[in-house]
Nanobody, 129 residues
């Protein structure tokens, strides 16, 4: 079992920055891949960024060059640094984990969220223009 807790959400103006954190506990082998997903009202869940336990990363097209995912294994924490934020970044951001590290980098494709076993409760991010 893996328990995930997100923090760091809030409200910012367009062009601003936020850093989200996801603290994980439980079976480390079940966390071969960690990802950030977001969902706006009335829209499907969208993959934002993923990181393999080896450190490889991948990003959704809409956030490339602006967002950065990283991990601190000593703290069992995955971060999402969000810069140059836009109103369209608004949504509930979720941290997720799965065992299958080999599927990680391709899990940003549509319905890729279905691969993930464990989910946090989410943290709200609002970007105003």
């Amino acid at each position: 079992q893996v328990h995930l807790v997100e923090s760091g959400g809030g409200s910012v103006q367009s062009g601003g920055s936020l850093r989200l954190a996801c603290v994980a506990d439980g079976d480390r082998e079940s966390r071969g891949c960690m990802g950030w997903f977001r969902q706006a009202p009335g829209q499907e869940r969208e993959g934002v960024a993923v990181i393999v336990n080896t450190g490889s990363t991948n990003y959704g097209d809409s956030v490339k060059g602006r967002f950065s995912i990283s991990q601190d294994n000593a703290k069992n924490t995955v971060y999402l640094q969000m810069n140059s934020m836009k109103p369209e970044d608004t949504g509930m951001y979720f941290c997720a984990a799965m065992r299958k590290s080999w599927k990680c980098l391709s899990s940003l494709q549509p319905r890729g969220s279905e691969l993930y076993t464990y989910w946090g409760q989410g943290t709200q991010v609002t970007v105003s223009s």
